[in-house]
């Protein structure tokens, strides 16, 4: 007797193979915009998870499972397609998280990952370099001298030190008599590199031809660096201070004049060394 | 003695108190010299309790404190003055009293980017060490222009290839703060002259 129709078991392993093949098919097309968009990977994370426990269940499972393979398999097919636009759309505003998310091989990962990584990121910067929204932008060079010392510190130019230091110097004379008292040699060493650095026969008038440059935006520190250095020329002030060049237009009028009058307030023992020199 | 040293903490507090300081500035940039108030704990036994309590809690914070150095506030240079003493606790157990104590002092603190005058102290074919106070700075070969060389000898110095500038031992260099670092008892910087205006001032034998 001829069967008129195969059997029901090579059918059934024929629609096997072909849903195989479709399978094997929409994954390799799911697989390809991950080839071009790795970034696509982490987006993908929470989908993926599902087909893997789908997996799971077909391996487990018998019918129940393959229909449950069924189904995301054909809704993987019919939503590929617009699941690709999506991926386009939203790939755009992820791709600022390439950088961060290359290193993640485990296509399994959560949205756990992404705030470990946005953290770590973070941690990267340093805390100063703003939450997140420099994120290439390397991490700006801060001079943190306002965070070290307290609030009440107070710059003093070397000759203001020297004038304070000198006079606590006199008192030590005393002190000098007695072997048991031990005169620190950071003092010493403290004064004699703040008489070296007093340019200046009057340190208030000096103070007070720098306080006129504050208007123009000098800051303290700056100031100090003028005195301490006894700056000659405009270009040598601008070229020791980068900051300063920054306000160069503001300042450069001003800074002369001032550098003008501190010529005068300078030391005789100075202006003979500077003559000295230029001989 | 131990009056002779009472009486220089008077004097040294009422000379502190008689110099204007109100003409020291308000910000704090890169620079050495620091004018601060401090508060620090300190311990006394009660053979010290009298009516020279004061002083001698000075006595002791000033042989405590100046010459210290913290990467904080850097090297305690000297103390100008005592702002506040506050109430003393006594330590259970021990008989020892706390007092709380603001004072001012100066301070000498070198900052990255800062720029300063040093006197050399060695030179070797890796670079030179000067001196800023009671601050260690090393500048090393490769922060020195590239026109200057090493000459060993008797005299070790760098000298530009036309001779006519030398770094040697005591000369004053200006140099520029790149980095510190912070021991328990110094501070260590390295520095360079590599950039415009920097580099020999003078020499040894000019200044004689």
Request: hydrophobic letters at 35%; charged letters at 25%.
């Amino acid at each position: 007797m001829k069967v008129p129709f195969p059997p029901r078991q090579s059918q059934s392993q024929s629609q096997r193979r072909r849903i195989r093949n479709r399978r094997q098919c929409c994954a390799v097309l799911c697989l390809i915009p991950f080839l071009f968009f790795p970034s696509l990977r982490f987006y993908y994370n929470s989908s993926s998870t599902k087909g893997n426990r789908h997996k799971i269940m077909s391996d487990k499972g018998g019918k129940g499972g393959k229909s449950a393979l069924k189904s995301p398999a054909y809704k993987g097919k019919d939503d590929n397609s617009a699941k690709l636009k999506g991926r386009k759309v939203q790939f755009d505003s992820e791709d600022l998280y390439d950088d961060k998310f290359d290193t993640n091989e485990n296509g399994k990962s959560n949205g756990k990952d992404d705030t470990s990584f946005s953290k770590g990121g973070k941690g990267d910067k340093g805390g100063k370099a703003g939450k997140g929204s420099a994120k290439k932008e390397p991490p700006p060079l801060l001079l943190k001298v306002e965070q070290e010392l307290p609030e009440n510190a107070k710059c003093l130019m070397d000759c203001e030190a020297a004038q304070i230091l000198q006079g606590i110097q006199e008192h030590m004379v005393l002190l000098s008599k007695d072997p048991t008292i031990k005169i620190p040699s950071s003092f010493d060493r403290a004064l004699q590199y703040a008489n070296r650095g007093n340019h200046y026969t009057n340190p208030q008038s000096a103070r007070l031809v720098l306080e006129s440059l504050k208007d123009q935006g000098l800051s303290d520190g700056e100031m100090c660096v003028i005195a301490n250095t006894a700056v000659e020329s405009v270009g040598e002030a601008f070229g020791l201070m980068p900051s300063l060049k920054a306000k160069k237009s503001k300042v450069k009028e001003p800074l002369r004049s001032a550098l003008t009058e501190l010529e005068k307030l300078k030391n005789v023992a100075e202006s003979t060394k500077k003559a000295i020199v230029l001989d | 003695m131990s009056l002779l040293y009472d009486s220089f903490v008077l004097l040294r507090i009422n000379h502190s108190l008689s110099l204007d300081l109100s003409f020291c500035g308000s910000g704090n940039l890169g620079k050495m010299f620091f004018h601060i108030v401090l508060e620090r704990n300190m311990q006394l036994h009660p053979r010290h309790f009298g009516r020279d309590l004061r002083e001698k809690l000075v006595s002791k914070l000033m042989k405590d404190v100046e010459g210290t150095c913290s990467g904080r506030h850097g090297f305690v240079v000297a103390i100008t003055g005592i702002e506040n003493v506050g109430k003393g606790l006594i330590r259970d157990g021990t008989g020892f009293v706390t007092f709380p104590v603001k004072y001012q002092c100066v301070v000498f603190r070198p900052f990255k980017g800062e720029i300063l005058e040093a006197v050399v102290t060695m030179v070797n074919k890796m670079g030179f060490f000067a001196e800023a106070g009671p601050v260690q700075i090393f500048v090393s070969n490769h922060l020195i222009p590239d026109d200057m060389e090493f000459q060993s000898g008797d005299m070790p110095n760098y000298t530009t290839s036309d001779g006519s500038v030398k770094i040697q031992k005591d000369s004053e260099v200006r140099l520029k703060i790149i980095g510190t670092r912070v021991d328990a008892t110094e501070i260590f910087c390295i520095g360079t002259i590599k950039d415009d205006f920097l580099g020999v001032i003078s020499d040894p034998g000019t200044t004689s």
